[in-house]
């Protein structure tokens, strides 16, 4: 399984990037709430730095911050409100006290009626709306505590009709985009047409990361992943919309559909997030990472553990050594069957089902994926494999998009013109990357005529230091 870190002050140098890297991180996130585009272009050169020292492709995600609602500034940084009180959030932008505190979302306001509910700071405070009015919502507190500037709203069990993208989002994205990043993480996404609308914007320049943090968008999940081309339970807001009875359903429901579909899917928000103070984390942290390798995950994300946190790479190390130990677990071995999607009518899917089962019944060491898009990585990775997967392509990009796919190591190498030569090329490569041994066995994958994408229809097993056979 990969690890994806969070970049930030505490990890924004370039020696801090390659320790992450060796510790165990495969991608890294440049959260777009925070930093200007200096600083990110900055991070972004750094990150590439260090994949030419490392000689191993690296993926990054530019997370857009979306459309996140948040409450103004107060004239002393914060108040406490007591349970009981009124209190009003208004549009007027002057600084708010124990009184009142400017909402800059008409929105908002238009959306909620008496009776709803709003959650303030990650849900920690609670106000129930008494009255609506065109500039106001009256509110009185039912579970008071201290609110700081800027803090988030939400409105659970509400679609608001706010765009995925702000006019911020899109200055961001295409920005991102020109430094020339793997992934978009798109934000708050409530409807399908959130999704069509960032893809056209993107225009196949990046791979487009749909994170779910919206019970609305579980609404439409399917139409959603398919428009997607990887997903993220952002376990975060959508913790505070849902009860949290439900959250840990809804993430392997969630990771469910995405092997339907195909899609990479991260599990993400608090996973370690004691270790951003804390040199270990607690028993139940530890938990929830092995869950995440239990559901079927290809990635678990930290945030700010790695970007803030005290101990960034030491958190790295740890949640590395959790994954590596859970996925020797005989238990898990046994749950990675029902994790498999039904293949789809295609040769494609059928030769990447065969790799699978052939690896298994020899004990390969390796399966040998040749692609130019990464369809065909995906598509075995999809099978979950006991060994893994050497992802080779003459593709830079595809190469960086695969690090953050499950089980799959990519490389670049060059082109191959021939079923022999491929196979050489892929025993060779297995060989020098410390993936198979002379004298094991290797499954190679590719699609015969070569340089044509979406045409896997060959297998071969190898010897590594041998010839090839059917």
Known sequence: MKIVATLGPASASGERIEELFRAGADVFRLNFSHGAHEDHAAAVELIRKTERRVKRPIAIIADMQGPKLRVGRFAGGHVVLQWGRAFRLDLLPQPGDGARVQLPHPELMAAAVAGSSLLLDDGRIRLEVVRRTDEALETRVTVGGRLSDHKGVNLPGLALPIPALTAKDRADLAFALDCGVEYIGLSFVQRPEDVAEARELVGGRALLLTKIEKPQALEHIDEVLR??????????????????????????????????????????????????????????????????????????????????????????????????????????????????????????????????????????????????????????????????????????????????????????????????????????????????????????????????????NSLRVAKVGAAARE
């Open 227 to 456: 428009l997607s081309d990887a997903v993220m339970v952002a376990r975060g807001d959508l913790g505070v919309e849902l009860p949290p009875e439900d959250v840990p359903l809804v993430q392997k429901r969630l990771i469910r559909a995405a092997h339907r579909w195909g899609r990479p899917v991260i599990v993400a928000t608090q996973m370690m997030e004691s270790m951003t103070e804390a040199a270990s984390p607690t028993r139940a942290e530890a938990s929830d990472v092995a869950t995440a390798v239990f559901d079927g995950a290809d990635a678990v994300m930290l945030s700010a553990e790695t970007a803030t946190g005290r101990y960034p790479i030491e958190t790295v190390k740890m949640m590395d050594r959790i994954l590596s130990r859970t996925e020797r677990d005989e238990d898990l071995r046994a749950t990675r069957p029902a994790m498999r999607p039904t293949p789809e009518k295609s040769s494609a899917d059928a030769i990447s089902v065969a790799a699978r089962q052939v690896a298994e019944t020899i004990e390969a060491s390796i399966v040998v994926a040749f692609t130019t898009t990464g369809a065909t990585a995906l598509r075995i990775a999809r099978q979950r494999p006991e060994c893994g997967i050497l992802g080779l392509t003459p593709s830079e990009e595809t190469a960086r998009r695969l690090a953050l796919v499950w089980g799959v190591h990519p490389l670049v190498c060059e082109p191959t013109f021939t079923m022999t030569e491929t196979v050489a090329r892929a025993t060779s490569l297995a060989s020098r990357a410390g993936l198979a041994r002379r004298g094991e066995e290797i499954v190679v994958v590719a699609g015969v005529p070569f340089g044509r994408s979406g045409g896997t």
